[in-house]
């Protein structure tokens, strides 16, 4: 038992700084999390083989972490922060009555969990929903809370 506690030890000093990937950067996690989406979602031309395609749910999760990413490295990466403004303003700027960022939320929370969408749809409605969350605040700004800090152990900064 006192070898694993060693070894344990011994790793935890050996991760640079307390950032377990070293130094990683919001823009490093923006290329990787693109990298998943893209390699994740697409199906593969004739005879290719995919060792792994990611389910609706997975590709949901990893496109609010990618948003967040995103608004995070900002530079190149507005983009998505941009698509999560013009989706919210559809509906807070008269069109659907009184609907603040709080229901486009709950609109956005409601599809991803009430409907099976192809991966890539499911993507980028989580692209779309790491913005709109954000600006929300409350509640919906749990994910965003919970993926920054950890990105920042990882080593995002």
């Known amino acids: 038992m006192i070898e694993y506690i060693e070894t ?21 996690l923006a290329i990787g999390l693109t990298a998943v989406l ?8 004739k005879g290719g083989k995919v060792r792994r395609k990611l389910s ?3 590709a949901s999760v990893v496109g609010v972490t990618a948003g967040t990413a995103y608004m995070a490295a900002g530079s190149i ?16 700027q008269g069109d659907f009555g009184s609907a603040g960022l709080g229901g486009v939320s709950l609109f956005l929370a409601a599809i991803m969990y009430f409907r099976e969408m ?3 749809f499911a993507a980028l409605t989580g692209i779309v929903a790491a913005g709109v969350w954000s600006q929300a605040g409350g509640i919906w700004g749990l994910p965003e809370s919970v993926i920054l800090t950890t990105a920042g152990a990882l080593g995002a900064s």
């Open 77 to 92: 990466w507005t983009t998505g922060k941009d698509l999560s403004e013009a989706f919210s303003a559809m509906f807070t």
């Open 8 to 28: 344990a030890q011994a790793l935890a000093a050996g991760i640079e700084g307390g950032k377990i990937l070293g130094s990683v950067g919001s823009g490093g």
């Open 38 to 45: 893209v390699t994740g979602i697409r199906e593969p031309k």
């Open 118 to 120: 192809r991966p890539g």
């Open 56 to 58: 609706p749910t997975e």
